[in-house]
């Protein structure tokens, strides 16, 4: 039931955008921030090249321990996804294929976690091209 | 920064630390966690240096628990500590008495943030009142080690997010926070790692992040399969 709860934090994410986010604490919490990150530059509400937070301003606005707030900004600029300028911040890459690319592995990850729910409840791959189909053309 | 070797504390036949070995790092949260009688005040008053072990060690900076340490190691304990013809301010300056570190700036500034006035008086204080009073009275000191036992205790619902907040801001590279609660859940996002303490023995001691990635559970839910003894860890 995993994806369900996942959808969920997601929608909640959506409804309550530029306030906080609800947190699934059953998964790493520095995940969950990176990924919302992204989600914030995949759908413009960052832009490349943008600066972001400091690290200190980061963890007061996800309400996350500062420690937690520094592993997120090595870990995106381990992926690529952003960089350091000395004595400047931390900045958004202005590399748009990595933003591409980050799109396309979240929509990936959705239709997968949805096709395997499916699954579970014993969809057929035809009845589920078909529920989408139906689901599209509402 | 801390470290406490083989701590036995018992009073009389009941032993409320058992044997209990755990290190303290720098720039640090820690969640202590246990239930009640399970041993989190003791390890405190020990560490705080108002109650000594039985046996076992504890060292703090390579030194033993004593004035030296006092001066760095700010505690909030639970219970109230004020007394009743002090108002606000008074319980400022009485702090600014005893410890070297306290800065009125700072404590103005939490106070205001808490809305606390200074003119009130202590003992006229709502419990939830009370309770951000302590916070601000010890979060008003430069210390390297913060121990809050139970910061949430009294405060309802609405304010513990502005509680948790002022506890964030406080944190940084140079100091460390041991915060005991039994409301695991309004710790999750906070901590580095959990202490889990039951019947005085420490059962785990590990990064949250850590714990929630093996298990796929919350630092709350891993608290109650411990404590229900459910599960290996």
């Known amino acids: 039931m995993y994806y369900l709860t996942s959808a969920l934090v997601k929608c ?23 990924e919302d990150i992204k989600l ?14 400091s690290t200190r301003e980061l963890a007061m606005q996800y309400q996350i321990n500062p420690n937690t707030a520094s592993r997120i900004y090595n870990e995106l ?3 690529g996804f952003c960089y350091t300028k000395r004595g400047l911040g931390t900045f958004i890459t202005e590399d748009e294929t990595m933003i591409i690319e980050a799109k396309e592995t979240m929509a990936e990850k959705l239709i997968e976690d949805c096709i395997n729910g499916l699954k579970q409840l014993n969809y057929s791959e035809n009845e589920v091209i078909a529920l989408f189909q139906k689901k599209i053309g509402e | 920064m801390l470290k ?5 504390k018992k009073y009389g036949s009941k032993l409320a630390v058992h044997n209990l070995t755990l290190n303290i790092e720098k720039g640090k949260v820690y969640a202590l966690l246990g239930s009640n009688g399970s041993g989190k005040t003791t390890l405190m008053k020990m560490i705080a240096g108002l109650t000594h072990p039985t046996s076992g060690t504890i060292l703090y900076e390579n030194q033993p628990i004593g004035i030296a340490s006092k001066k760095e190691i700010a505690y909030m304990p639970t219970d109230s500590f004020f007394y009743k013809y002090m108002s606000i301010k008074d319980v400022g300056k009485y702090y600014k008495d005893f410890f070297q570190d306290f800065d009125e700036e700072k404590y103005k500034e939490l106070l205001e943030r808490m809305e606390l006035s200074e003119k009130l ?6 419990t939830g009142l ?24 009294g405060i309802d619902i609405i304010a513990r ?34 202490i889990f303490i039951k019947n005085g023995v420490l059962e785990l001691n590990r990064s949250a992040e850590e714990l929630r990635a093996q298990y796929n559970n919350s630092i709350s839910e891993i608290y109650k399969m411990i404590y229900l003894g459910k599960g290996e860890f």
Do not use: W
């Not at chain 2, 309770?131 to 205790?153: F, S």
């Open chain 2, 130 to 153: 009370g309770a951000k009073l302590k916070l601000c009275v010890t979060l008003a000191r430069k210390a390297k080690l913060y121990m809050l036992d139970e910061p949430l205790n």
């Open chain 2, 161 to 194: 997010e502005q509680v948790m907040n002022t506890i964030l801001e406080a944190m940084n590279e140079e100091n460390s926070f041991i915060i005991s609660s039994h409301l695991v859940d309004e710790l999750e996002t906070v901590i580095d790692e959990a």
């Open chain 1, 40 to 53: 914030r530059i995949i759908r413009g509400e960052l832009k490349v090249g943008d600066k972001l937070p």
């Open chain 1, 77 to 79: 600029e381990q992926e």
């Open chain 2, 121 to 126: 008086k202590a003992s006229s204080l709502s």
């Open chain 2, 4 to 8: 406490c070797e083989s701590l036995t």
């Open chain 1, 12 to 34: 909640k994410r959506e409804a309550k955008e530029g306030e906080e986010v609800e947190f699934d604490h059953t998964r790493p919490i520095y995940m969950q921030v990176i």
